[in-house]
């Protein structure tokens, strides 16, 4: 772990080369349908291995590719090396979702959208199979994002709000842009099965999300009761450490087959809410 005092401008520099070097890679979340159990999609999480440093957290260094200019290199990176695991997932007979968190600053960027459909072409990625997720807050540049935002709906790709409850201007991003999944923040999930007014909150987003017809997803799901809770509560998907941890790309196959023979037992939110 990278002690806080290291000098910022020394790892930024070190992150440059990082991205030639190899030392970052990605780490799949996969988020399952409550209901059934069924995977619906997986998150890409960056991770970065510093030689000297060990694991970086992307809490640090995405900011820092954000100060130090180098946040669209990092982006590119990431969908491309994303892009190329979805072809060896889809040559394993395995064709789901890819979610990208792509920061606010790469958005500005108005002509991203069609440089990423480009890419899915090249790669034989059907646009349909992305999700591009977005922090509240990208509400800076509000006209400029929703001409960017509204590009990738136009090339197939979904829009999901990530960290709902946690930024800025979320009921105007909501009304103005056009989302179609509201990821509920885990500062809230975390708190739902012990806090009232954390779970008064989680069903009052899932039920904004609802009305204003997108789907909703729990993030931070790390244990059967709040799992069980959020069933009884109607959300429609969830991700977390209770359904599986982020996971190198090879070991999502072998993860499925483990988990699509625990749900023949027994369906998930059945036996979430059997025990709550
Ligand atoms: P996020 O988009 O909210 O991603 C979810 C984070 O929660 C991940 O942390 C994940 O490992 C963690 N997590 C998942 N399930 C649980 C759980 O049950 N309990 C707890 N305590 N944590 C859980 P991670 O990988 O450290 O990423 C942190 C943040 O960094 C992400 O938050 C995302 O905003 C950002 N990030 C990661 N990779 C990238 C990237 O490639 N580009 C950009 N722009 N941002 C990235
Ligand atoms: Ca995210
Ligand atoms: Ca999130």
Same mark, same amino acid.
């Given at each position: ?9 020394a ?17 799949f ?19 970065w ?8 957290? =992307? ?30 997932? +889809? ?18 960027d ?15 990625v059907? =646009? ?6 977005v ?18 709906r136009? +090339? ?6 990530d ?11 909501? *009304?103005?842009? =056009?989302?179609?999944?509201? +990821? ?9 099965a ?7 909150i ?5 039920d ?34 209770f ?23 027994i ?7 059997? *025990?709550?």
């Amino acid at each position: 772990m990278i002690p806080i005092s290291a000098d910022e401008a020394a790892l930024a520099t070190d992150l440059q080369f990082a991205l030639d070097r190899g030392e970052l890679s990605l780490a799949f979340q996969p988020k399952v349908e409550i209901a059934s159990g069924r995977l619906t999609g997986v998150e890409a999480l960056s991770r970065w291995s510093h030689p000297l440093h060990g694991a970086v957290e =992307p809490d640090l260094f995405v900011p820092l590719a954000e100060r130090y200019g180098l946040i669209d290199q990092l982006t590119d990176w990431l969908v491309r090396t994303g892009l190329k695991q979805w072809g060896a997932w +889809k040559d394993q007979g395995l064709k789901t979702n890819l979610a990208f968190n792509v920061s606010a600053l790469s958005l500005r960027d108005i002509y991203f959208p069609d440089y990423l459909h480009r890419l899915c072409l090249v790669e034989g990625v059907p =646009p349909a199979c992305l999700t591009i997720e977005v922090t509240e807050g990208a509400t800076q540049h509000m006209v400029r994002l929703l001409d960017t935002l509204t590009r990738f709906r136009l +090339k197939g790709m979904s829009l999901s709000l990530d960290d709902f409850g946690t930024g800025y201007s979320s009921l105007l991003q909501l *009304r103005q842009l =056009p989302y179609c999944e509201l +990821k509920i923040d885990r500062c809230f999930v975390r708190e739902a099965a012990t806090s009232r007014e954390s779970r008064l909150i989680v069903k009052a987003v899932i039920d904004l999300a609802h009305g204003l017809g997108l789907s909703a997803t729990a993030e931070g799901v790390e244990d059967e009761e709040t799992l069980g809770l959020l069933a009884g509560l109607g959300c429609d998907n969830a991700q977390g450490f209770f359904i599986a941890r982020p996971m190198q790309g090879a070991e999502l196959a072998p993860w499925l087959i483990e988990a699509d023979a625990a749900r023949k037992v027994i369906p998930i939110s059945a036996a979430a809410a059997g *025990r709550s």
